[in-house]
């Protein structure tokens, strides 16, 4: 018996009792972005509180709920608010959302965040397409007795972010007319902020951008056969290469400046996502 898949089939079992629906692209909002969820052609809404033995986001402004419906036609399943590791959760909670979602049927994780910029080239307010991420800060959501339910023992994560995929945003972005950056995301447990010189350690790392959240869930998409796709929305540079001391409201305020262009792009993105899959 594994606990962690026990708990995870006693999660579907919950929701299959309330919600009959079958998405087929999964996409997680990040901060500033939870309204987008409103917008869409609503089917049905499950708030976590409601799946038995479901993890319940605590950061405020996140609504801790699945909307299901479609945009342009194509089925999803939104998250309004995600799970971190800083909130004291176990990594295999802050991924069971996750895999959730793919036993409901999804076959694309689109992920999104609001992110610190570690590059010079990067403004507050930026779009990054995430092209590769590093995650050795927090503990792998595959440590422990594998599920091969899910997946292999141990996966290869030589191309976590679907380069198909990445072509359709980088041509939806362009049709659009909305700048995009490219690059790699690095996750750090939180919930502080990076020192200057963290900053740096990302930076010779290889990294663009800094969160507290993303590449875990990707880990676990992964593991499981996913597509993924992710953008993160820069809300700051981080310490160091600024002289204005940094703050969460400062990070939800650029992230809702930047809401409207961003809710554009992801509902184009997936539109055209959906005729490659």
């Known amino acids: 018996m594994n606990p962690v898949y026990d708990k995870l089939k006693q999660c579907y079992t919950s929701f299959r009792d309330k919600i009959d629906f079958k998405p087929k692209i999964a996409l997680i909002l990040g901060s500033g972005l939870g309204g987008y969820a409103d917008s869409i052609q609503i089917e049905a809404v499950l708030n976590y509180s409601e799946i038995e033995g479901f993890p319940v986001s605590t950061v405020k402004g996140h609504k801790g709920r699945f909307v299901f419906g479609y945009i342009g036609g194509i089925p999803v399943v939104v998250m309004q608010g995600r799970v971190h590791y800083y909130e004291g959760y176990p990594i295999s909670e802050v991924v069971l959302p996750v895999r959730l979602m793919k036993l409901m049927g999804a076959e694309v994780l689109f992920l999104t965040n609001a992110a610190g910029g570690v590059n010079y080239n990067f403004r507050s307010g930026d779009f990054m397409m995430i092209t590769d991420h590093i995650s050795d800060f927090v503990p792998s959501p595959l440590i422990g007795e594998n599920m091969e339910e899910l997946g292999l023992r141990f996966p290869d994560m030589s191309h976590v972010y679907d380069s198909e995929l990445q072509e359709v945003i980088r041509k939806t972005a362009q049709s659009l007319n909305i700048p995009l950056q490219e690059g790699v995301y690095i996750q750090l447990t939180g919930p502080n902020f990076e020192t200057p010189h963290e900053v740096k350690m990302c930076r010779i790392m290889g990294a663009d951008a800094v969160g507290m959240s993303t590449a875990c869930e990707a880990v676990a998409?992964?593991?499981?056969?996913?597509?993924?796709?992710?953008?993160?929305?820069?809300?700051?540079?981080?310490?160091?290469?600024?002289?204005?001391?940094?703050?969460?409201?400062?990070?939800?305020?650029?992230?809702?400046?930047?809401?409207?262009?961003?809710?554009?792009?992801?509902?184009?993105?997936?539109?055209?996502?959906?005729?490659?899959?």
Request: with cysteine; net charge negative.
């Open 221 to 277: 998409a992964n593991h499981m056969g996913m597509k993924i796709c992710g953008i993160s929305c820069i809300s700051n540079l981080c310490a160091g290469m600024v002289e204005q001391p940094l703050t969460h409201e400062e990070v939800q305020e650029t992230a809702d400046r930047a809401a409207p262009l961003f809710q554009k792009l992801i509902t184009e993105t997936i539109v055209n996502l959906a005729k490659s899959i």
